[in-house]
Nanobody
């Protein structure tokens, strides 16, 4: 069955960096949309970045453009989110999600499979 396991979260000071990993199993990365989402306390889950197109072009939310980079290693079935220049407003639980519709986009409630999440806290 499809499984997604996130890791790499933690506490970091503003301006710092973290790299999140999402280890996947049960499906082939090339044929699924896969993305990163986050949820801050009291807020809705929002899309951060995803691969959701046939040509592999990544999508980024405006709030993270130029700071975050999504990548994937198909041989390791793992997707990464490199986060640089972290800000306090980046704090939240970060989730990895996948869907069999390669063009599902970045809307959270359209994704079928979810990991358990990893906490990212940005604070001085």
């Amino acid at each position: 069955q499809v499984q997604l396991v996130e890791s790499g979260g933690g506490l970091v000071q503003p301006g710092g960096s973290l790299r999140l990993s999402c280890a996947t199993s049960g499906f082939t990365l090339d044929y699924y949309a896969i993305g990163w989402f986050r949820q801050a306390p009291g807020k809705d889950r929002e899309g951060v970045s995803c691969f959701s197109s046939s040509d592999g072009t990544p999508y980024y939310a405006e709030s993270v453009k130029g700071r975050f980079t999504i990548s994937r290693d198909n041989a390791k079935s793992t997707v990464y989110l490199q986060m640089n220049g972290l800000k306090p407003e980046d704090t939240g639980v970060y989730y990895c999600a996948a869907d069999g519709n390669l063009r599902v986009g970045i809307t959270a409630d359209k994704y079928e499979y979810w990991g358990q999440g990893t906490q990212v806290s940005v604070s001085s």
